[in-house]
C-alpha cells in the first residue's frame, strides 16, 4: 500500500481516495538524493510499488507544500535527518511502477542534497538503509538510469567552506 503524504488541505487522504486519484492524474514527487563522502543514501522499500528493491528515499509532493519543503519533510520522515539542499539534479518518471506494485504515472523531482543534521534511519518504507559508492543490481530501474547519466554531480563531493 503507498504511504497517504497526499492531503488535501490539512486532511489526509483515505487510501481509496488516494488511489482514486492518482490512477487518474500524475503524482508529482520529491526525489531526495542525499550525498556523502562515501556516496549516496538508499534505502531498501519494505512496502510496494517496488517492494524489495533499493530506491532514492522520496515521497508526494503535498497539497500545498512547496518543493523545497517536501525534501525537508521527506528527508526527515524517511531518513531522520536534515538536508541542505544543493541543486536540482532533473525528473524522473516512473513507467514500470504499474508493473512492481502501483498504479497512475509518477514524476520524480530529483533534488542533490547534503546531510545538514541527525542520524541516519530507516522508516516504515524502507528501514534498511545505506550509503553506496557504486550503484547496488537491485535499484528501481528508472532511478538507475538516471544516477548513471547523473554520476558526475553525485559522485564528486565537495565539503562546504
Known amino acids: 500500500m503507498l504511504s497517504l503524504y497526499a492531503t488535501v488541505g490539512m486532511k489526509k487522504l483515505s487510501p481509496k481516495e488516494f488511489e482514486a ?12 538524493i542525499v550525498q556523502t563522502p562515501r556516496g549516496i ?3 531498501l522499500r519494505d512496502i510496494d510499488p517496488y517492494k524489495g528493491q533499493w530506491h532514492i528515499p522520496g515521497g508526494t509532493v503535498l ?4 518543493l523545497e519543503r517536501a525534501v525537508r519533510r521527506v528527508a526527515k ?5 536534515a538536508v541542505t539542499i544543493k541543486k536540482i539534479l532533473g525528473y ?4 514500470s511502477a504499474r508493473r512492481n506494485g502501483g498504479y497512475g504515472w509518477t514524476i520524480g523531482i530529483a533534488f542533490l542534497t547534503k546531510l545538514h543534521a541527525g542520524k541516519l534511519r530507516g522508516s516504515a518504507q524502507g528501514k534498511s538503509v545505506r550509503v553506496f559508492r ?3 543490481d537491485n535499484l528501481i530501474v528508472e532511478q538507475e538510469t538516471f544516477l548513471q547519466k547523473q554520476r558526475p554531480k553525485w ?3 565537495e565539503k562546504e567552506r
Open 155 to 157: 559522485t564528486r563531493y
Open 41 to 43: 543514501v538508499l534505502t
Open 92 to 95: 524522473i518518471e516512473y513507467p
Open 134 to 136: 557504486a550503484l547496488p
Open 77 to 81: 520522515e524517511e531518513l531522520g535527518i
Open 21 to 32: 486519484i492518482y490512477r487518474k492524474v500524475p503524482r508529482i514527487t520529491a526525489e531526495v
Open 63 to 66: 497539497f500545498g507544500e512547496t
